[in-house]
């Protein structure tokens, strides 16, 4: 049985541009995609006593990563018992004061355990405000200035919301449509969301396999596919219509990382080990480049165009870091493979351990996100560890100690200017020396 930690992977960022701190874009930081800052010059070294601008509380607990937008950084988390509220809180960029706090009855209450998602798929932003989603069918978009535009109850709408751990993936979007993924049990979905009104453009069937991966839109031609995957499969679908343009089943185990555009047509995939049950070659397999190509008859279909030999993924997603494709596993090997041909390039033990966030790359430096709390700052020159941070002691007792979805998780970064967010389940912390 695969742990909790599955469904992080859905919880990765994506830079749209570099601007400064204090005049952020709508579109600058959202969750999706591989995320490579050219010319931002990151913080690489900090501890509770050095380097952290500021903290902020965050009401109840989750697991979504942060995005920065509208100048606000925005988070969402769930409180009481039975995941009874939901909440969307704003905070300053400057300062981390919260500057307001949208607060929903969970229409679909569920005991609150670590063994359950909690607030785990991430927001996105949007050219109005914001678009919320919760794994209790909650869907609500919020201006900047944190007034409801409008919410919708998918439970209502389209039934019950039932999967193992609860639901993770998080919102994409494109200049029309926000994208909603809700691979339940029973009757799987993929939504087209109106983001300025809530109507729904198109439902169309999802993949009908354990998932805690997001939606990523890719390149294709002179447009873009939807790409969803699931355990034992990966389909693509038309944003648009909603149409099923192809399915790949060649792989197993990709049940947690989302999709990593990699140029036209070519996105990297990650997989697990399944904890032991397979070998190491077999498992590696199920990592790589996949690319898609159209038939004369204009058909489209998926396939490897290599695969790795030896490394595999978790829960934190593949990304691209310079030439190469960079693959974290469980154990926190950094292992970094050709971009082109999949030849592994390096394999280094890191003192991040395993991950459960998407790795940023900044500029020849890359930063892994331990689960326990350790960031790991990597030369992607010589592939030595440049810098190991905490922005918190590690845990001493059992309540704190983090694992399985509860306790000091380091969830999600990311990065505002010359600053760095990251997100603990309970708690946002600012790097980087004030502004």
């Known amino acids: 049985m695969k742990r909790l930690q599955n469904m992080l992977a859905g919880l990765t960022i994506v830079v749209a541009g570099t601007a400064s701190a204090e005049q952020p874009t709508w579109s600058e930081f959202q969750n999706g995609g591989a995320l490579s800052l050219a010319e931002s010059k990151l913080p690489v070294e900090w501890s509770p006593e050095k380097n952290i601008a500021w903290t902020a509380d965050i009401e109840g607990y989750g697991q979504s990563t942060p995005i920065v937008a509208h100048d606000r950084i925005v988070v969402t988390s769930t409180s009481g018992k039975n995941k009874d509220n939901y909440h969307v809180a704003s905070y300053s960029i400057n300062k981390g004061e919260k500057k307001w706090q949208v607060t929903r009855q969970n229409p679909s209450p569920f005991k ?45 709408l389209h039934g019950k919301i039932e999967a193992r751990h609860g639901i993770a993936s998080s919102l994409e979007k494109n200049d029309e449509h926000v994208f909603v993924w809700v691979e339940r049990g029973e009757d799987p979905y993929v939504l087209a969301i109106d983001p300025a009104t809530g109507e729904q453009v198109w439902k169309s069937e999802g993949v009908g396999s354990t998932t805690w991966s997001s939606p990523r839109l890719i390149p294709v031609g002179d447009g873009e596919h939807l790409v969803c995957s699931a355990s034992g499969k990966i389909i693509g679908l038309d944003p648009q219509t909603g149409k099923r343009l192809w399915e790949f089943d060649g792989i197993s185990n990709n049940s947690s990382c989302t999709p990593m555009p990699v140029g036209n047509g070519k996105f990297l995939i990650g997989a697990s080990d399944g904890r032991g049950e397979t070998t190491a070659g077999a498992a590696a397999a199920s990592n790589g480049l996949i690319e898609i190509k159209q038939s004369d008859d204009g058909s489209y279909q998926a396939a490897f165009k290599w695969q790795a030999k030896k490394a595999t993924s978790t829960f934190g997603s593949p990304v691209v870091a310079g030439q190469t494709a960079a693959i974290v596993n469980r154990t926190g090997v950094l292992y970094r493979l050709d971009l082109e041909t999949g030849e592994q390039v390096s394999a280094d033990r890191t003192d991040a351990g395993g991950i459960w966030a998407t790795p940023i790359v900044n500029g020849d430096l890359i930063y892994l996100f331990g689960y326990k709390g350790t960031t790991s700052v990597i030369s992607l020159a010589d592939g030595k560890e ?22 000091n998780v380091l969830y999600a970064a990311a990065p505002v200017g010359d600053h760095l ?15």
């Open 421 to 435: 967010i990251v997100r603990r389940g309970d708690k946002l912390f600012s790097i980087g020396g004030g502004y």
């Open 386 to 407: 440049v810098a190991k941070n905490r922005c918190w002691p590690e845990a001493g007792d059992s309540d704190n100690a983090p694992g399985f979805g509860g306790g």
């Open 112 to 156: 609150n355990t670590p063994m359950v998602s909690r607030a785990a798929p991430s927001a996105i932003a949007t050219e109005a405000g914001f678009v919320a989603f919760f794994e209790g069918g909650l869907l609500l978009a919020i201006n900047p200035a944190g007034d409801v535009i409008w919410e919708k109850d998918l439970v209502a």
